[in-house]
Nanobody, 115 residues
Framework: QVQLVESGGGSVQAGGSLRLSCAVS????????MAWYRQAPGKPRDLVAS???????NVVDSVKGRFTISRDNAENTVYLQMNSLKPEDTGLYYC?????????WGQGTQVTVSS
């Protein structure tokens, strides 16, 4: 069973930084596509950033230039570095993994940005 455990969330002021981590318990991490999603109160869960097994990355326009996704295959971990945080970045951040067309999700970590 694949398990994902997020950490690194918290409360920061606008302009601050946080780094989220997602540790994945599987021996197949290196071939998994990984992503970070976020869900603001009353809104759907939206993609924030993704990284393929080959290391190609993509971030949505609203966080481009501020957020960076990366992975460490030796540590079975994916990261989301978030800089210049804005109040609209507030939400529950979920780690997502795709392996053989099956989706796995973490429990989420809360990020709160105050103005």
């Amino acid at each position: 069973q694949v398990q994902l455990v997020e950490s690194g969330g918290g409360s920061v002021q606008a302009g601050g930084s946080l780094r989220l981590s997602c540790a994945v318990s599987t021996s197949f991490f290196s071939i998994m596509a990984m992503a970070w999603y976020r869900q603001a109160p009353g809104k759907p869960r939206d993609l924030v950033a993704s990284i393929t097994s080959a290391g190609s990355t993509n971030v949505v326009d609203s966080v481009k230039g501020r957020f960076t996704i990366s992975r460490d295959n030796a540590e079975n971990t994916v990261y989301l570095q978030m800089n210049s945080l804005k109040p609209e970045d507030t939400g529950l951040y979920y780690c997502n993994a795709v392996l053989w067309k099956r989706n796995y999700w973490g429990q989420g970590t809360q990020v709160t940005v105050s103005s």
